[in-house]
């Protein structure tokens, strides 16, 4: 009897351990924490970033050239904007260079032979061997500096109202960049005139163009030999608006881009034989000044600091939202 009692209470005590055993091990493949969510959909969108390509129509050959699209924005920036630059002015041009290949991607057809051209109709762009003519010895340390820019931004661009901004760039400002519509005619909100003080270190901030009154005259189709300009108005940044010359009305676009002056802030002196045009800043004016940018870098402005300051309202966003492969 002793020993049947003993057996019972074996049996009790081995029921007692092993039940608690049989309920909690089904579950110990359950993870007690939610799954990471997974990364695939992110991966995918990064591998169809990585696959786009640009189509590049080269000017001189006229043949088209495909090149992923970050290996075509490191050649932008190379050939956009002098590599001694600081590396947040770099970043803020790789930027613009990206956002403005985004944009003119979403509106090409789908059976157009390229996207851009090499030339300033577009973004400039140089082959390899073209940078390599340009750079020499300097080369490798140049293009190292340039793609640590471009990686540093990869996948991002400039939007606004959701939607890759034109993102236009030039030189050197005369202290202001200027309106969209003071130039292009056409109101664009991001691109406003801002102040740009830091350009004045510019190398080109100053120049001058001495031309014949008959080269003047030939060049704005014109037939008079004699010129007298006058009543010149100015925009909102200081640069030329409209010009009067022989009672015909230019805009300063026109005058600075068919005669080739640096830029439409300038002031006229005239001889008898020549027309003098003095300028300050270089480039159109409108969207981010270079030298503006190297300037805000030296302060210790970041890219992101430099993009909200020269396009107002907008966002930096990932590119893999806008991509479409064609």
Do not use: C
């Amino acid at each position: 009897m002793q020993k049947q009692s003993m057996m019972i209470a074996m049996i009790l005590v081995a029921v007692i351990v092993m039940v608690p055993t049989m309920i909690v091990l089904p579950f110990h493949d359950t993870p007690t924490e939610a799954a990471p969510p997974s990364n695939d959909t992110n991966e995918q969108s990064q591998e169809n970033e990585k696959s786009v390509t640009v189509k590049i129509k080269r000017t001189e050959s006229e043949q088209i050239e495909e090149l992923p699209l970050e290996q075509y924005v490191t050649q932008v920036v190379a050939s956009e904007i002098p590599a001694e630059f600081e590396m947040e002015a770099l970043k803020a041009q790789a930027l613009a260079a990206r956002t403005y290949i985004a944009n003119k991607m979403a509106h090409t057809e789908s059976d157009q032979a390229f996207h851009v051209k090499d030339t300033v109709d577009d973004q400039v762009f140089h082959s390899e061997k073209e940078l390599r003519d340009m750079w020499g010895v300097d080369y490798s340390d140049h293009m190292q500096k340039i793609e640590s820019a471009v990686q540093a931004t990869e996948g991002e661009i400039i939007t606004y109202d959701g939607e890759p901004i034109t993102a236009a760039f030039f030189s050197t400002s005369n202290g202001f960049t200027e309106n969209a519509e003071d130039y292009w005619q056409n109101e664009i909100p991001y691109l406003k005139s801002v102040s740009s003080p830091w350009d004045e270190a510019s190398p080109v901030f100053n120049d001058q163009a001495i031309l014949t009154h008959a080269e003047v005259a030939q060049k704005l189709g014109l037939q008079q030999s004699i010129l007298n300009i006058s009543n010149l108005t100015r925009t909102e940044s200081g640069r030329v608006d409209t010009v009067m010359i022989n009672n015909e009305t230019f805009s300063g676009r026109e005058v600075r881009e068919q005669l080739g002056l640096r830029s439409n802030d300038f002031k006229v002196e005239t001889t008898a034989e020549h027309i003098i045009f003095k300028t300050n800043g270089y480039g159109h004016g409108v969207g981010m000044s270079q030298y503006g940018a190297n300037g805000m870098a030296k302060e210790g402005s970041t890219y992101k600091d430099i993009v909200h300051h020269y396009y107002q309202d907008v966002s930096v966003e990932p590119l893999q939202t806008f991509v479409a492969t064609k």
